[in-house]
């Protein structure tokens, strides 16, 4: 099973910051199988981010994927009041279809 | 636009059992692979199942696997997760999922969930 790690827990920024958040495998996810998703509260997931980098329909270019391997990072170039949230990072490389901890982003 | 509609969740006793509905619209049912994801009260996601797009592949997490079982019908664009055996470690708001392809991994729709509850 590959086991995710995502840091920090919680991320501190004002609106129009940089928010940059990392997933990291336990062993490699050879053909970027990667997912980033968005959760806000009372909410369900919404996807954001697969192939590690391309961004699904209808997502702002402000979110931005990047890595591959073992390394990936979320980068949401200026934060808006609606990015405040929680994101999971999740790979599909192998089943089961893990997700990591989870980054909660919140307001400074 | 795509619709994923979850019922059966409640409250249940340790080692009885539960069945899950997910009633889909919006798409071509019988085309996609199907998840289901759950999270406990507070924490994060847990990936639990996937079925492939004929129903004849299942993946499961090891958590639940030999205790749940995945199933659809196609002529009914319905998909259900039998769950036996439960234990309280089962509480949660269990997601139904559509894949964004016939089976990728990854998820491009979701449910707004059922809450199952494990208690005495």
């Known amino acids: 099973e590959i086991v995710l790690t995502q840091s920090p827990g919680t991320l501190s920024l004002s609106s129009g910051e940089r928010a940059t958040l990392s997933c990291r495998a336990s062993?490699?996810?050879?053909?970027?199988?990667l997912a980033w998703y968005q959760q806000k509260p009372g909410q369900a997931p919404r996807l954001l981010i697969y192939?590690?980098?391309s961004r699904a329909t209808g997502i702002p270019d402000r979110f931005s994927g990047s890595g591959s391997g073992t390394d990936f990072t979320l980068t949401i170039s200026r934060l808006e009041p609606e990015d405040f949230a929680v994101y999971y990072c999740?790979?599909?490389?192998?089943?089961?279809?893990?997700f990591g901890p989870g980054t909660k982003v919140d307001i400074k | 636009q795509v619709q994923l509609v979850e019922s059966g969740g409640g409250v249940v006793q340790p080692g009885r059992s539960l069945r899950l509905s997910c009633a889909a619209s919006?798409?071509?049912?019988?085309?996609?692979?199907m998840h289901w994801v759950r999270q406990a009260p507070g924490k994060g996601l847990e990936w639990v199942a996937i079925?492939?797009?004929?129903?004849?592949?299942?993946y499961y997490a090891d958590s639940v696997k030999g205790r749940f079982t995945s199933s659809r019908d196609n002529s009914k664009n319905t998909l259900y997760l039998q769950m036996n055996s439960l234990r309280a470690e089962d509480t949660a708001v269990y997601y139904c999922?559509?894949?964004?392809?016939?089976?990728?991994?990854?998820?491009?729709?979701w449910g707004q969930g059922t809450l199952v509850t494990v208690s005495s």
């Open positions: 999922a559509k894949d964004a392809h016939f089976w990728s991994g990854y998820i491009d729709y």
């Open positions: 919006g798409f071509t049912f019988s085309s996609y692979g």
């Open positions: 079925i492939s797009y004929d129903g004849s592949k299942k």
């Open positions: 062993q490699s996810v050879s053909r970027s199988y």
């Open positions: 192939g590690a980098s």
């Open positions: 999740q790979q599909y490389e192998n089943s089961p279809f893990t």
